[in-house]
């Protein structure tokens, strides 16, 4: 009886409980609401991994009206393993966050804190789960308001310029999203992605047609932070709480990528997108200077969080360019990536978080020494870092392994020397962390303990999952193989 | 002529282009969020013309009326209006708490005190 409506609470119930952490405002009963709703989001995820896990397409009419007049929720192998990526990074981002966001947050505003966050999860989940293109829009705007108020309260006045900032640039993207709908719309009629693509093959190749994909290109560009569209970006993760960054660099660029594969892939045909327009050679370039120069740019940074930022918009260039590749085997790659970067970031970013909350600043010259100090949170960044560079037994070299494959079947030598060259660029950064914190002697008053287990358990559950997924790869292999051959099969 | 017969077209896309320069070009925060607002509003009105059926009735069920404009890209519309005031609160709700941080809300003055740090 309730797993057939699965689909709609999947969405629906952080949608409810977001109002209820509101009126629990004393902090840990809302913390405790979230957790709780974030976990429930977990648990019907997984039921529904496992109910498409066979190659089913669940669909859900909301409120009865069949689609392509009604709203239609569609679960495949593609959202199902996004879904599953958004809510369990939110749960253990949500484990981290009781004692961190204490310490960052006022208390006043906790309740509200935890009430945004419910409503960005909604909303990441919704833009993952729908089949509808104007519910795609909603839901957007919705994580991304949320998102610019999560920002916005972090302790560094500079988070309210990053969170304006974001604010601008992120409405522009959204707007550009908006204008390109309308635009498909103009010429199809309907809003259900099946339908729109079932129309759009009849409709062929037009004027509008083409400006839609160019505004849907650039818009969903500006919300991934694809290189030269990320400038939002740095800020807003650099001046975030902590338990912010961990969440939004995990899940927010991935929902972004996953908008533009159903958009390339499904509603337009990839024989469009890549053959009748040169989006593939364009992303490509794209995706090749960002990973170059934003690596670059990373070694020069003197805050940590900075570093990782940038390092962030390199990663997403990853992922990008095993889409331009345009085969199967670029999309397992591109996929693949997504899962394992929300592995490393996140990991990483927690790490940085313990930091944080013993230190008050993730700058490199206050973590000097800090092996010593805090040898487990410093263990833990080491594993991240050895997974961002691609370490074999770490989750970062299976997905790189993949990408170059894919690059040499379609024989493009110059991408294999790009991903190797961001590799090494992304040696040398993270050299520079860990060289300050283990081969550096602490300063001598300075007396720093290890961060308190409530910070260790989380990051040390991501961090142990890098190693485990750098391992045993049947999981997140087979599900970025399955959704890449759905995305290729109902293009070919 | 087909072009001056577009013309709420060329509206949308002055109004877009407009928006979008005050976004881009003006220090002021406030004034940036104004350019926004436009840039939206023309968006708006791009739906709100597609919705248009030539000779068409407003859409409301009567006798003797056939041909109606397409209600929908209004009722969406209506939608992302919703949006826009949700997003033009939060940006003044942020440019107030610029101005408390900072003690201005030029673009320039924040880059200055931030730089200074």
Same mark, same amino acid.
């Given at each position: 009886m309730i797993r057939e409506h699965l689909p709609v609470l999947q969405v629906v119930l952080p949608l409810v409980a977001a109002p209820l952490c509101l009126l629990l405002a004393r902090s840990v009963w809302a913390w405790l609401l979230a957790f709780m709703a974030s976990l429930a989001a977990l648990v019907i995820s997984i039921v529904l991994l496992r109910e498409v896990y066979t190659g089913e397409v669940l669909s859900y009419a909301i409120g009865g009206w069949a689609a392509p007049w009604g709203i239609e929720y569609r679960v495949d192998a593609v959202n199902a393993f996004i879904l599953i990526i958004v809510t369990a990074i939110s749960v253990v981002a949500l484990m981290f966050a009781k004692t961190s966001v204490a310490q960052e947050v006022a208390s006043d505003k906790q309740g509200l804190f935890y009430t945004a966050w419910l409503l960005c999860l909604t909303g990441l989940l919704g833009i993952a789960i729908t089949g509808d293109v104007f519910n795609l829009?909603?839901?957007?705007?919705?994580?991304?308001?949320?998102?610019?108020?999560?920002?916005?309260?972090?302790?560094?006045?500079?988070?309210?310029t990053a969170s304006f900032q974001y604010l601008v640039m992120g409405t522009i993207g959204a707007t550009f999203i908006l204008i390109g709908i309308g635009l498909l719309y103009m010429v199809t009629g309907t809003l259900n992605m099946m339908d729109l693509a079932a129309r759009l093959a009849v409709l062929g190749d037009s004027r509008t047609v083409q400006t839609a994909l160019a505004f849907l290109t650039v818009g969903i560009g500006l919300k991934l932070a694809l290189f030269p569209l990320h400038l939002w970006l740095p800020n807003a993760y650099t001046y975030a709480p902590s338990a912010v960054t961990v969440f939004l660099a995990a899940t927010a660029t991935k929902v972004a990528v996953y908008m533009l594969l159903r958009f390339l892939f499904q509603v337009f045909d990839a024989s469009f997108t890549f053959g009748a327009m040169p989006l593939g050679g364009f992303l490509a370039v794209l995706a090749a200077v960002g990973i170059l120069s934003t690596s670059t740019v990373s070694i020069f940074q003197d805050n940590v969080k900075r570093m990782l930022a940038y390092s962030s918009v390199a990663q997403v260039g990853y992922m990008v360019l095993g889409i331009s590749l345009v085969s199967s085997?670029?999309?397992? &790659?591109?996929?693949? @990536?997504?899962?394992? @970067?929300?592995?490393?970031?996140?990991?990483?970013?927690?790490?940085?978080?313990?930091?944080?909350?013993?230190?008050?600043?993730?700058?490199l010259g206050a973590i000097a020494g800090l092996g010593q100090r805090m040898p487990w949170t410093m263990a833990a960044f080491l594993v991240g870092a050895l997974s961002l560079i691609g370490i074999p037994l770490t989750a970062g070299f299976v997905s790189k392994w993949y990408l170059i494959l894919a690059a040499v079947e379609r024989g493009w030598w110059p991408l294999v020397v790009v991903v190797v060259a961001g590799s090494h660029l992304a040696i040398i950064?993270?050299?520079?962390?860990?060289?300050?914190?283990?081969?550096?002697?602490?300063?001598?008053?300075?007396?720093?303990?290890? &961060?308190?287990?409530?910070?260790?358990?989380?990051?040390?559950?991501?961090?142990? &999952?890098?190693?485990?997924?750098?391992?045993?790869?049947?999981?997140?292999?087979?599900? &970025?193989r399955q959704a890449a051959a759905l995305l290729t099969g109902s293009s070919g | 002529m087909d072009v001056l017969g577009l013309y709420n077209y060329w509206i949308v896309i002055l109004l877009m282009m407009m928006g979008f320069y005050v976004v881009i070009a003006s220090g002021h925060l406030v004034k940036k969020l104004i350019g926004l607002n436009l840039f939206q509003a023309s968006v708006f009105i791009l739906y709100i013309s597609m919705g248009t059926v030539e000779g /068409?009735?407003?859409? $409301?069920?009567?006798? /003797?009326?056939?041909?109606?404009?397409?209600?929908?890209?209004?009722?969406? $519309?209506?939608?992302?209006i919703v949006v826009g005031v949700a997003t033009t609160a939060l940006g003044l709700a942020l440019v107030v708490r610029i101005k408390e941080a900072y003690g201005s809300a030029e673009e320039e003055d924040i880059h200055r005190q931030d730089d200074s740090l």
């Open positions: 829009f909603v839901f957007l705007e919705i994580s991304s308001l949320s998102s610019y108020v999560l920002i916005g309260l972090g302790q560094d006045r500079r988070a309210l085997a670029g999309l397992t &790659a591109a996929l693949l @990536h997504l899962f394992n @970067h929300a592995l490393m970031k996140g990991t990483l970013f927690l790490a940085l978080g313990c930091v944080a909350y013993r230190l008050g600043s993730v700058r950064y993270v050299w520079r962390v860990v060289e300050m914190a283990y081969l550096r002697s602490p300063p001598e008053k300075l007396s720093v303990t290890e &961060a308190p287990l409530s910070l260790l358990l989380p990051t040390w559950l991501l961090a142990g &999952a890098n190693v485990y997924f750098g391992i045993d790869t049947r999981f997140s292999v087979g599900m &970025a | /068409g009735a407003a859409p $409301i069920l009567r006798s /003797g009326v056939d041909v109606f404009s397409n209600p929908l890209p209004h009722v969406l $519309i209506l939608t992302a």
